[in-house]
């Protein structure tokens, strides 16, 4: 049973600092390219950041770059998404995603609520 369940949410003030973490089951961990989205009330979900399933290749989405950091631990099959800098507008729900080789298999979590508030 495939499983991913999402940690590390919460309430933060602007200019403040969170760790999401995913941890993964149910399938071939390290050879999955695994992802963040988030989506905000109203709007689409967004890709966040991707990272490579050896983890050598990252992308960001122009609005996170220089402040979010996507990394894996694949003894531990778990992704971590570190968001630094934190802004009124990364305000959304959090979805970890891991997508197989070929893209023939693409699997979502729950979700985790980030709120930056004051």
């Known amino acids: 049973q495939v499983q991913l369940v999402e940690s590390g949410g919460g309430l933060v003030q602007p200019g403040g600092s969170l760790r999401l973490s995913c941890a993964a089951s149910?399938?071939?961990?390290?050879?999955?390219?695994m992802s963040w989205y988030r989506q905000a009330p109203g709007k689409e979900r967004e890709l966040v950041a991707v990272i490579s399933s050896v983890g050598g290749s990252t992308n960001y989405a122009d609005s996170v770059k220089g402040r979010f950091t996507i990394s894996r631990d694949n003894a531990k099959n778990t992704v971590y998404l570190q968001m630094n800098s934190l802004k009124p507008e990364d305000t959304a729900v959090y979805y970890c995603?891991?997508?197989?080789?070929?893209?023939?298999?693409?699997?979502w979590g729950q979700g985790t609520q980030v709120t930056v508030s004051s």
């Open positions: 149910g399938f071939t961990f390290s050879s999955y390219a």
């Open positions: 995603n891991a997508v197989s080789p070929f893209v023939t298999e693409n699997y």
